[in-house]
């Protein structure tokens, strides 16, 4: 296998704000070239919606976490969390997504389409997490998965045990991870191995050779 290469990668982000997160996250569907709730923006995000109705898991899974971590009105909670079930349920038989609050994702969580998409409660993931159709992230004997900044997992893929994916690290689709993968890595296959090592810059996009 090659040496990873050398290439600069993104701070440790500051702390945010439950809304501030969220807005990232809908970043992620509606583009950066429009102010954050905004007309403009609401429209892109009510596009979305219906192009992509993974957002609308991403949507459910914050206002749980908010549900479950700032509301502090005990009746008012109740009646909140009571809510929150509903739409979970609704969003897991209706889209196919199972994406519950417990689940510890950072800013900028991206869910393509619907279908078949299983995440563990208790996994932990940086930012930018980006999961296509029919993913499953499970447990083993060996724990659950975690997950480093802007990781692509693939359509169909697995990611299994107690493994850490690194950052900026791409899963191929129908790939079966049961050990940990380097960061940059681009992996495939059953089981999945490495395929090749990316170069990366400091906004986390590929970096490609000239010449």
Known sequence: MEPA??????AQPPRRT??????IDVQRY????VRPWSPGFLARLARAMYEQPGVIAVLVYRYGQWAERRCRVPVVRQIVNAHYYYLYAWVRTRLGIELPRGANIGAGLRV???????VNSQITAGVNLWL?????????DSGVPTFGDNVEIGVGAKVIGGIHVGSHAIVGAQALVCKDVPERAVVGGVPARVIRIRRVDARGEECHEEG
């Open 18 to 23: 439950l809304w501030q997160t969220l807005t």
């Open 112 to 118: 393509d389409h619907f279908g078949g998409i299983i």
């Open 5 to 10: 290469p050398t290439c600069v990668l993104d």
């Open 132 to 140: 296509k159709p029919d993913v499953v992230i499970g447990q083993t």
């Open 30 to 33: 509606t583009g950066y070239d």
